[in-house]
């Protein structure tokens, strides 16, 4: 019988199901580790590790290729088609021109509390990451 090993890692539930989704359509099990310790205390995160998506040891470079088609050819394949009305911001997405788009303050923010404004900006359409 194979190994589970740590196969990626995550800062969000969504990414880690999301991932795990795509591999059981290609026929790959996987499991995700710390989902809900972190979802009921985020501290928690950097001391084990994040949420983690393992694999079996026999399937690791089959989910690595799984993944790296995905990214490659479907992430963003989709046409942008669905922005929303009456949107927050002025500009949109760089990448893919969606006016879907969130402030990530994050990185601004204490205990959940935004002390300073970012600039920093989310699609939520292709998830790019962007400055403006």
Not at 41 to 49: N, P, T
Not at 69 to 94: A, Q
Not at 96 to 125: P, Q
Request: charged fraction near 25%; hydrophobic fraction near 35%.
């Amino acid at each position: 019988m194979s190994d589970l090993v740590k196969f990626k890692f995550y800062e969000t539930a969504l990414q880690a199901n999301r991932d795990k989704q795509i591999l059981a359509e290609n026929g790959i099990n996987s499991f995700i580790a710390n989902e809900q310790l972190i979802q009921s205390d985020w501290l928690l995160s950097q001391a084990v590790g994040g949420i983690q998506l393992q694999v079996f040891e026999e399937d690791l470079e089959k989910a690595k290729q799984v993944l790296q088609d995905y990214k490659d050819n479907e992430e963003f394949s989709m046409e942008v088609e669905h922005t929303i009305e009456n949107p927050g911001f002025d500009f949109v997405c760089p990448k893919c021109g969606s006016n879907h788009i969130y402030r990530d303050d994050s990185a601004t923010s204490f205990f959940g509390v935004s002390i300073l404004t970012s600039h920093k900006f989310v699609c939520y359409y292709c998830g790019n990451e962007f400055v403006h």
